[in-house]
């Protein structure tokens, strides 16, 4: 399309801006028009390509139960039996809600351990972990537990906490059973500074 030569006169002028804005609306309806379609086409193209390279399912639900991709880490060829065990130092209720649990070596597990303040103040604590066999310390891998950071526990307040971990599938097959203790104390105790 050529743009039409402006004229001199008024009525020409308003002639001519009037052909030039229609000319400008048509292309930018065109590439909206344009635009909308690329975008709507984009999603089922995506699909395509992901489906061709076998690369970022979208969604597990997609996947059928045939298909669904499987933890290769986890060992099910047998089992490690998990004990729990607390110890509170201080004036606490600290104990594990389950006893001992089975795992494959690999599969991710999620245990909570229950704390009571019983003093009527604020206190702070710390949890630490110790292992028995000794040698199942390096095995057993904590991707998240309250013993990472302190805890503070309000006035008789009673709070569950989780403990999240595999055990290394490389883990020795003489060790079928694996103790996980916590011992549960209070820090910064009152009337402590902190060059004590």
Do not use: W
């Given at each position: 399309m050529s743009t039409p030569e402006p004229v001199e006169t008024e009525e020409?002028?308003?002639?001519y801006a009037?052909?030039?804005?229609?000319?400008?609306?048509?292309?930018?309806?065109?590439?909206?028009?344009?635009?909308?379609?690329?975008?709507?086409?984009?999603?089922?193209?995506?699909?395509?390509?992901?489906?061709?390279?076998?690369?970022?399912?979208?969604?597990?639900?997609?996947?059928?139960?045939?298909?669904?991709?499987?933890?290769?880490?986890?060992?099910?060829?047998?089992?490690?039996?998990?004990?729990?065990d607390a110890n509170a130092q201080g004036p606490w209720r600290f104990r594990p809600t389950v006893n001992s649990v089975r795992v494959h070596p690999g599969e991710l597990t999620n245990v909570l351990y229950e704390v009571v303040n019983k003093q009527g103040r604020e206190m702070h604590a710390q949890a630490i972990p110790s292992y028995a066999?000794?040698?199942?310390?390096?095995?057993?891998k904590k991707v998240d537990c309250f013993?990472?950071?302190?805890?503070?526990?309000?006035?008789?307040?009673?709070?569950q906490m989780p403990v999240v971990f595999y055990v290394d599938p490389d883990l020795p097959t003489s060790v079928t059973?694996?103790?996980?203790?916590?011992?549960?104390f209070e820090?910064?105790?009152?009337?402590?500074?902190?060059s004590n």
């Open positions: 020409s002028y308003k002639r009037k052909k030039i804005n229609g000319l400008m609306m048509g292309k930018l309806f065109v590439i909206a028009v344009l635009m909308f379609g690329f975008g709507f086409g984009l999603v089922p193209l995506y699909k395509k390509i992901c489906d061709l390279t076998g690369s970022n399912v979208l969604s597990t639900q997609e996947s059928s139960a045939s298909t669904a991709v499987r933890n290769s880490q986890v060992d099910t060829s047998r089992y490690v039996t998990v004990e729990f066999p000794q040698l199942a310390a390096s095995y057993f013993c990472f950071k302190q805890q503070t526990l309000g006035p008789h307040e009673a709070r059973t694996i103790t996980l203790s916590y011992t549960f820090v910064g105790l009152p009337g402590q500074t902190a």
